[in-house]
């Protein structure tokens, strides 16, 4: 019973934590451009290379930006820095107020999570795909879907076959020609415009896509949840792609303090 209170108390510290972030959940005019039709073989061979070799460049990158959460009529905005590596998977994002003061540290290394909890003075950890925190982030997590969201650019699965069926869209499938990604494209020049994860029922819309180098990347990315109805926005102010990063730098601080609570015991037939 305690452990049921400690989690139902978790969900609501988390789901305000959540609340304290973003925008609104249309995809803003600037994003859209003309039509296409749909792609041949060849330009699909062509697009698909080069997404592939985009998605290659970056193994690392730091961030610091905001962050806006929109669930219904509430919005409100967090700064947020980022540091995240892409294999093995972890990313680390350390939220604050507007006026500095610290929200949260979260950590996702690989399949867990470890969460620090400032207001509340707690510390939480679990496992992303069976514990609370699936329930509480307003959009699912999955570490495809969140490299693609701080990257800011679509993320390429292992994919049996490419097809276009409608115009300025890309279906990548698996061997068993089920839908794993839906990739659209702008014209003008050709550039992503958004990447979906059906299995999940997410979308990440990219704003005009900016160049470090030979790096592609949207500055402003728009993350809906079409089942749940809420959206992120991930404004980037600062991006650095592939810097070296301490062993170090993904490591959570614990304070003594804080009360240290395990959510693995948490039954995923109950989400």
Request: hydrophobic fraction near 40%.
């Amino acid at each position: 019973m305690k452990q049921a209170r400690e989690g139902s108390r978790f969900l609501l510290f988390f789901f305000f934590l959540i609340m304290v972030f973003l925008l609104p959940a249309c995809v803003p005019p600037a994003f859209l451009g003309p039509p296409l039709p749909p792609f041949s073989k060849e330009e699909i061979s062509t697009l698909m290379g080069h997404l592939t070799a985009q998605a290659s460049l970056v193994t690392t990158l730091f961030c610091t930006g905001t962050l806006t959460s929109t669930n219904g009529a509430i919005e409100q905005e967090a700064n947020i820095t980022i540091v995240g590596k892409r294999s093995p998977f972890q990313v680390k994002m350390e939220i604050t107020h507007p006026w500095g003061s610290p929200v949260a540290n979260l950590l996702i290394d690989n399949d867990r999570f470890t969460l620090v909890f400032f207001p509340e003075k707690r510390i939480y950890s679990g496992s992303v795909e069976k514990g609370v925190l699936r329930r509480s982030f307003p959009v699912p997590l999955t570490p495809s879907a969140v490299w693609g969201f701080v990257r800011g650019y679509p993320p390429v699965p292992g994919y049996e076959k490419a097809v276009s069926p409608a115009k300025g869209v890309i279906h990548l499938l698996n061997g068993k020609h089920t839908l794993l990604q839906r990739l659209e494209l702008q014209s003008s020049p050709l550039t992503p415009r958004s990447c979906s994860f059906p299995a999940i029922g997410i979308t990440q819309y990219y704003s005009a896509i900016e160049k470090d180098g030979p790096v592609e990347f949207a500055r402003k990315v728009i993350l809906k949840d079409t089942v749940r109805k809420k959206t992120l926005t991930l404004q980037i102010k600062r991006a650095l792609f592939n810097p070296r990063l301490p062993s170090d730098v993904f490591q959570v601080a614990k304070p003594e303090n804080f009360k240290a609570i395990d959510l693995s015991w948490e039954n995923p037939q109950q989400q």
